[in-house]
């Protein structure tokens, strides 16, 4: 009797003692479906009512309640039966749960690719570094070449509104410009200059340089702009704004027209004083009057090419201007005998002078010995460029039907400067030809620096 009381009571405890683990463990792993709890609660129930039999099998031994112990042993037969019915339908679920060998593997997985991506988190960080490191060096310069300049960075959104700004000037302050508009720091007529700029290149997306005058109410100035238009972000367009302050060359180049100005006026007047003398001396000397009236002529074709110099404030001389300059008497007397035909085309400063001159000595000659000396002739201007570089000049005279004289028998002023000098001052060419027909003077010059 007492080895099935030590036995029995043994059992149960153990019995007893395993549902127990069971629902532990349950309770622990919250991560189980409904399906492995279920399967749990009926091992759990046939377990504990095993354990219950061997508790009444001990009862038994002193108390005869076979009645009871026969009810409890069909209970337990009951669940027996219902767990190993349900068993078949439940093993492949069991079956699904990975073994540990499999989930070990999928640990050491975890854990490679864990490796992995703080292998990559550690590139990522040094390589942020570097790059904030770049950033930084690249800040520092751009801040040292920027500081003390004249050039000014700002950045707009697509309302004009400052976003950034840098190395402001005109008496700004950059908090007070940092989230405004110009109309809250420049004056009306500042502002809507600038704003009409700006918006056209955030409509079009071209780029803008222009020379401005900007002003504040502190200080005004001229600056020369750079307007582009940039991405803020992915959703917001904007501008950048490079301006440069060019006051002080506005200022010198304003000194330079008025010491131009002064200087074409007294050299005018040089010119004046020139032919002045030149009269007064020819009077007092037994000068032929041809050779004064000839020297007059001169003079004031060297006048009239300086004429033409001063309004271009010496950056060149219009082709056509020159010409009919120099031709001023003879188009009024026969205008519909000479005809003057070429593209625009300004000649350098230096040129000027020569093809005036020369343009002048052929006009002369026309009226007294060429073309404009009969009543038939007639004069023909005409240029054009070299369509290959643009720089080359061939410029022609023609007379048609006027009288035919022979070349001169000796090379005077007139000749040397349609033959040499005209051409070799531009560093070309030139042929004098005296036709039956005609005159016929051609000049092909090289002009470096010119513009058509």
């Given at each position: 009797?007492?080895?099935?009381?030590?036995?029995?009571?043994?059992?149960?405890?153990?019995?007893?003692?395993?549902?127990?683990?069971?629902?532990?463990?349950?309770?622990?792993?919250?991560?189980?479906?409904?399906?492995h709890?279920?399967?749990?609660?009926?091992?759990?129930?046939?377990?504990?009512?095993?354990?219950?039999?061997?508790?009444?099998?001990?009862?038994?031994?002193?108390?005869?309640?076979?009645?009871?112990?026969?009810?409890?042993?069909?209970?337990?037969?009951?669940?027996?039966?219902?767990?190993?019915?349900?068993?078949?339908f439940?093993?492949?679920?069991?079956?699904?749960?990975?073994?540990?060998r499999?989930?070990?593997?999928?640990?050491?997985?975890?854990r490679?690719?864990?490796?992995?991506?703080?292998?990559?988190?550690?590139?990522?960080?040094?390589?942020?570094?570097?790059?904030?490191?770049?950033?930084?060096t690249?800040?520092?310069?751009?801040?040292?070449?920027?500081?003390?300049?004249q050039?000014?960075?700002?950045?707009?959104?697509?309302?004009?509104?400052?976003?950034?700004?840098?190395?402001?000037?005109?008496?700004?302050?950059?908090?007070?410009?940092?989230?405004?508009?110009?109309?809250?720091?420049?004056?009306?007529?500042?502002?809507?200059?600038?704003?009409?700029?700006?918006?056209?290149?955030?409509?079009?997306?071209?780029?803008?340089r222009?020379?401005?005058?900007?002003?504040?109410?502190?200080?005004?100035g001229?600056?020369?702009?750079?307007?582009?238009?940039?991405?803020?972000?992915?959703?917001?367009?904007?501008?950048?704004?490079?301006?440069?302050?060019?006051?002080?060359?506005?200022?010198?180049?304003?000194?330079?027209?008025?010491?131009?100005?002064?200087?074409?006026?007294?050299?005018?007047n040089?010119?004046?004083?020139?032919?002045?003398?030149?009269?007064?001396?020819?009077?007092?000397?037994?000068?032929?009057?041809?050779?004064?009236?000839?020297?007059?002529?001169?003079?004031?074709?060297?006048?009239?090419?300086?004429?033409?110099l001063?309004?271009?404030?010496?950056?060149?001389?219009?082709?056509k201007?020159?010409?009919?300059?120099?031709?001023?008497?003879q188009?009024?007397?026969?205008?519909?005998?000479?005809?003057?035909?070429?593209?625009?085309?300004?000649?350098?400063?230096?040129?000027?002078?020569?093809?005036?001159?020369?343009?002048?000595?052929?006009?002369?000659?026309?009226?007294?010995?060429?073309?404009?000396?009969?009543?038939?002739?007639?004069?023909?201007?005409?240029?054009?460029?070299?369509?290959?570089?643009?720089?080359?000049?061939?410029?022609?005279?023609t007379?048609i039907?006027?009288?035919?004289?022979?070349?001169?028998?000796?090379?005077?002023?007139g000749?040397?400067?349609?033959?040499?000098?005209?051409?070799?001052?531009?560093?070309?060419?030139?042929?004098?030809?005296?036709?039956?027909?005609?005159?016929?003077?051609k000049?092909?010059a090289?002009?470096?620096?010119?513009?058509?």
């Amino acid at each position: 009797m007492a080895l099935h009381v030590i036995s029995d009571s043994l059992i149960a405890l153990s019995y007893f003692a395993i549902p127990i683990g069971i629902a532990v463990f349950v309770r622990r792993r919250s991560d189980l479906n409904a399906q492995h709890k279920l399967i749990a609660l009926l091992f759990a129930i046939f377990i504990a009512a095993c354990g219950l039999t061997h508790v009444f099998s001990i009862v038994v031994l002193w108390a005869p309640y076979y009645a009871a112990e026969g009810l409890l042993k069909a209970f337990t037969a009951l669940v027996s039966v219902g767990t190993a019915l349900a068993l078949p339908f439940l093993l492949p679920q069991l079956l699904k749960i990975p073994s540990p060998r499999v989930l070990q593997a999928e640990i050491d997985a975890h854990r490679r690719t864990l490796d992995d991506l703080e292998m990559t988190r550690k590139r990522l960080l040094e390589r942020v570094i570097v790059t904030e490191s770049e950033n930084s060096t690249t800040n520092r310069r751009f801040e040292a070449a920027l500081k003390g300049s004249q050039v000014t960075v700002l950045e707009q959104d697509e309302d004009l509104r400052v976003t950034w700004a840098y190395n402001l000037g005109l008496g700004l302050d950059l908090d007070r410009v940092i989230g405004s508009t110009e109309d809250e720091f420049l004056t009306p007529e500042s502002a809507a200059e600038l704003k009409s700029i700006k918006s056209s290149v955030l409509s079009t997306g071209n780029p803008i340089r222009a020379s401005v005058n900007i002003a504040t109410r502190y200080e005004s100035g001229w600056f020369d702009i750079r307007i582009e238009r940039i991405n803020i972000d992915e959703t917001r367009r904007g501008i950048v704004v490079t301006s440069t302050d060019i006051s002080d060359l506005k200022r010198q180049e304003e000194h330079l027209r008025i010491v131009m100005r002064e200087l074409n006026h007294r050299t005018k007047n040089l010119l004046t004083i020139v032919m002045s003398l030149t009269r007064q001396t020819s009077r007092s000397f037994e000068v032929p009057e041809a050779f004064a009236i000839r020297l007059q002529e001169r003079l004031a074709a060297l006048a009239s090419a300086h004429d033409e110099l001063a309004r271009q404030e010496w950056k060149g001389a219009e082709l056509k201007a020159v010409i009919e300059g120099q031709l001023r008497y003879q188009m009024e007397s026969f205008a519909d005998r000479i005809e003057v035909i070429g593209p625009d085309f300004r000649l350098p400063a230096e040129a000027a002078h020569y093809v005036g001159m020369a343009i002048h000595e052929l006009g002369s000659n026309a009226v007294k010995h060429g073309a404009l000396s009969s009543d038939q002739g007639e004069v023909r201007v005409t240029w054009h460029v070299d369509a290959a570089d643009a720089k080359t000049l061939t410029l022609e005279w023609t007379e048609i039907g006027g009288p035919f004289f022979p070349p001169p028998t000796k090379l005077g002023f007139g000749s040397t400067i349609l033959r040499h000098l005209t051409a070799r001052a531009l560093e070309g060419s030139a042929e004098l030809d005296f036709l039956p027909s005609g005159v016929r003077w051609k000049l092909i010059a090289p002009l470096v620096g010119a513009e058509p």
